[in-house]
């Protein structure tokens, strides 16, 4: 197995509740509690579940946006949580992240070639200023997009195009690791598939490995090579793809699986639909015990007062991790292996360079796709968390420069 | 014209009454948005219609003109900048489109209502939930206070709302998202509607949320025999519910058929690539194609064929002539010039 470039030790974070005039601190929200895993060099770790428990404060706490209340990351053997502002920025180079929504993570006043180049503006010792623009044309290029556009800015392009612009500005400094917060749920399905294909091909590229945060379970099976699935801060259960989703063996994952509609009408009620009742309890009050008990068709009283450990529990093959006391697998998706099939290409392509849209010449599209005024306002401040406040960068720091050009 | 099948009563109220089963009948409609940069083509001739119990799914990305169709029906649109240049929209044999305003107010709730998206932003924050669905009572069938807010109580049990009694004064923020749905179900189905109009109405929702709603939903239409037109871009919900299937691409309907069929074998490259391009749970090591490309901006739909820019197929007739909406096999329309060669692919 290659080796570990990033991992998390039992990452705890709290959010303060305050109340009254003293502002008072009346309770915690445990947006996630005790998270630990290893993510290998190249590989794609998919993080899955519903909203709410904790999957994006996850990532935000991997890229150090947020402090963890405990625990620890570390990178490449280096504890990061402690690390001083200048070694944070150092890291940083290291781990780069690509927000959801592409309307709001850009800063609608920069040009695209502002926006991509930023990061050598803190790094400054990555690109030298002569070949900035060039190395932004070619970034561009690498994500499908036309190098001609470098000075449009962010409402000229589609959604679809905006994510290419945010992972450009994801991959500039070469990161190892890229966090990947729900980078394609805001896109059209049609537009989804050339993201995704983009991503898989650039990790080939470019040796990168993904922390792949996100919702779907269909599109997450698709590009992860290992998963994790939380349930209101915690893993439920983490492991290779197929463990996970062929041979789930915790009731959480089996529920979550059972629930996703497969485009195939000719299932329908075939499949095995296990119904959860009531909603996700809140994670300021997170029920004793397992957290999950109080929606689990399985729970016994020992559910509701010992917390069941996340270790290794036979699947059937093998075994994998897995926080159940009762712990059994169920298959609930009947999976066709289909590698190796090639789809049909006479109506769609899998081939990420003939689909860039850089010369599709289309323009933007029109009718669906416009930014709300309302979400304009939280743009310089998504913008900032992405890349740190530049007057706090050091330009007389010394680093190596072995960062080689990724389009080679 | 269609004979109009209604009867006046005697206090000059309407009954509406389907035709051959036949609720809703959509026809060649267009609808145009005058903005300061251009004229936005939105829906430019669309033909459908929908039977008793019936669920049709309108299927398409943003921009195809899914969400503007229902408007149009349930005359929600904001005219101007809207406008609707051609078009007939026929309930039970009416012309919605012609019907005086008063009388068309009147069918919005008993006979045809919708469910949106966003439940937050749907629904009013200052008036508490049961107020809100009491409302429909109180203003279509003239009920007084508390007995409109018994039939409240009454449907928020229907949609599986616990402690409904408890809660029937609680403000649209004290629920969840899904709780949220099931409210604007409860409003939309109050009246006992004919058509069911769900306008992506589990995009925002979790997982197993959805799939609770969803099946609230078809439990509903089996109950009352509602017609259903679900608007969605999601492929597997729509494998899950729908009989007929109609697909949208830059305000066309592009291929027209039984949900069985579609899936099979899609007779149109647009819903072939679609198919191709979504991951799929069940499938491991799949090879993901993508349709290459944009959907067009409606002021510059492209000439010929909308879809040909992005069509692996395209020859010249397609960047040239408009292919028609054809029937390609039976019950089976497609608008492609090579509707054969995709169908038998």
Known sequence: MPEVVLSAHDLVKHYPIKKGVLRRTVGHVKAVDGVSFDLHKGETLGIVGESGCGKSTLGRLLMRLEEPTAGSVVFEGQDWSGASARDTRRLRRDIQIVFQDPYTSLNPRMTVGDIIGEPFEIHPDVVPRAGRRKRVQELLDLVGLNPEHINRYPHQFSGGQRQRIGIARGIALNPKVLVCDEPVSALDVSVQAQVVNLMEQLQDELGLAYVFIAHDLSVVRHISDRVGVMYLGKLAEIGEEDEVYARPTHPYTQALLSAVPVPDPTLRGKREQIVLVGDVPSPANPPSGCRFHTRCWKAQDVCSTDEPELVQRPDGRGSHLSACHFAEVRRVVETTDVSGENPDDRFASPDVSELSDAGAGLGPAGGGESLGSAQAGSTARRAEATNPAPEGADPARLATDDHQDPTR | ?345
């Open chain 2, 1 to 345: 014209m269609t004979t109009e099948t209604s009867t006046r009563s005697a206090n000059g109220e309407v009954t509406y009454t389907p035709q051959d089963g036949r609720l809703l009948e959509v026809e060649d409609l267009h609808v145009e948005f005058h903005t300061p940069d251009g004229i936005a083509r939105a829906i430019n001739g669309v033909s459908f219609d929908l039977h008793e119990g019936e669920s049709l799914a309108i299927l398409g990305e943003s921009g195809s003109g899914k969400s503007v169709t229902a408007q149009a029906i349930m005359g929600i649109l904001d005219m101007p900048p809207a406008v609707i240049p051609h078009g007939y929209i026929r309930y039970c044999g009416h012309d919605l489109l012609t019907m005086p305003e008063e009388q068309r107010r009147k069918t919005r709730g008993p006979e045809v209502s919708m469910i949106f998206q966003d439940a937050l932003s749907s629904l009013n924050p200052v008036f508490p939930v049961g107020w809100q669905i009491a409302e429909m009572f109180r203003i279509h069938r003239g009920m007084n206070k508390s007995d409109a807010l018994e039939q409240a109580v009454r449907l928020m049990e229907r949609v599986q709302i616990p402690a409904a009694r408890d809660r029937v004064k609680a403000y649209p923020h004290q629920f969840s998202g899904g709780m949220r749905q099931r409210i604007m179900i409860a409003m939309a189905i109050a009246l006992d509607p004919a058509v069911l109009i769900a306008d992506e109405p589990t995009t925002a929702l979790d997982v197993t949320v959805q799939a609770q709603i969803m099946s609230l939903l078809q439990e509903l239409q089996q109950e009352r025999q509602m017609g259903l037109i679900l608007i969605t871009h999601d492929l597997g919900v729509v494998a899950d519910v729908a009989d007929r299937i109609v697909v949208m691409y830059a305000g066309r309907l592009v291929e027209k058929a039984d949900v069985h069929d579609l899936y099979r074998n899609p007779a149109h490259p647009y819903t072939r690539g679609l198919l191709e391009s979504i991951p799929r749970l069940d499938q491991k090591g799949q090879t993901l194609a993508a349709i290459g490309g944009l959907p067009p901006n409606l002021m510059r739909i492209p000439p010929g064929c909308a879809f040909n820019p992005r069509c692996r197929m395209a020859q010249d007739v397609c960047r040239t002539e408009l292919p028609p909406l054809r029937e390609v096999a039976p019950g089976r329309l497609s608008a492609c010039h090579f509707a054969e060669e995709v169908i038998d692919a």
